[in-house]
């Protein structure tokens, strides 16, 4: 569950959000998030130590509906799904054929995942700060509200209007960077993506 917070900036729930139609915005990154209901996309995970050095690479995709809901699957290296149906978020690793299930409400608590999954407004948890551009993105800086959080910052690079990476530092300073493609905002996902029912004779950790 460590992995999973990290990776959900949503590190993030993904939640990783308004139709934006002018480039010329540019003002806070909260209008994104703040009024897109649905996102889809396919991602990168790398996951850097301090010395900026790779210490895992995985890839997937994601699904994000709020509130509260949101699936990720992991198809390399291995295969982990992650789906969070409103109530609860459940953890399947197929390798080691074991779910972990917490209440949503729980893990919420987590900046990262307030971000993605609540109906929150981004600037109620986040100090932002634009950064300016770097590598052909402009960059803002999300620095939790929360006094006592599972992350350092988060930072969030746009083309234009379109997010296209997201970089959150946890309070170990590992850098767990998110690179997003096929990105669609406000597409019509169907329920079945949210609802998630254990397989017959696979251990359950948690309260189901």
């Known amino acids: 569950m460590v992995l999973f917070i990290r ?15 002018s480039p010329a915005w540019a003002d806070q990154p909260s ?9 889809q996309a396919t991602f990168i995970q790398t996951v850097l130590n301090e010395s900026g050095q790779a210490l ?7 699904y994000m509906q709020r509130p509260g809901r949101f699936r990720w699957e992991y198809r390399a290296p291995y295969s982990q799904l992650i789906v969070a149906d409103g109530e609860r978020i ?3 690793d197929l390798d080691l054929e074991q779910i972990t299930v917490r209440k949503l409400d729980e893990t919420l608590s987590s900046a990262p995942l307030a971000m993605l999954g609540s109906d929150a407004p981004l600037a109620s948890a986040f100090n932002i700060t634009p950064l300016g551009q770097r590598d052909g993105l402009s960059w ?8 006592e959080s599972e992350v ?3 930072r969030l690079g746009f083309a234009d209007t379109d997010l296209q990476v997201l970089e959150v530092e946890d309070n170990l300073r590992r850098l767990t960077r998110l690179e ?3 990105v669609k905002r406000n597409p019509t ?3 079945q993506l949210f609802i998630f029912i254990p397989p017959a004779g696979v251990d359950v950790i948690g309260d189901s």
């Not at 998030?33 to 996102?39: G, K, P």
């Open 56 to 62: 895992e690479q995985s890839s997937g995709e994601m």
């Open 189 to 191: 996902l169907q329920e």
């Open 7 to 21: 990776v959900l900036l949503i590190r993030l729930s993904f939640a990783l959000l308004l139709i934006i139609t």
């Open 31 to 39: 209008d994104y998030f703040d009024n897109v209901r649905t996102l």
């Open 90 to 92: 459940w953890l399947y």
């Open 152 to 154: 350092s910052f988060i």
């Open 180 to 182: 997003l493609s096929q």
């Open 140 to 147: 803002y800086d999300l620095k939790p509200k929360q006094a």
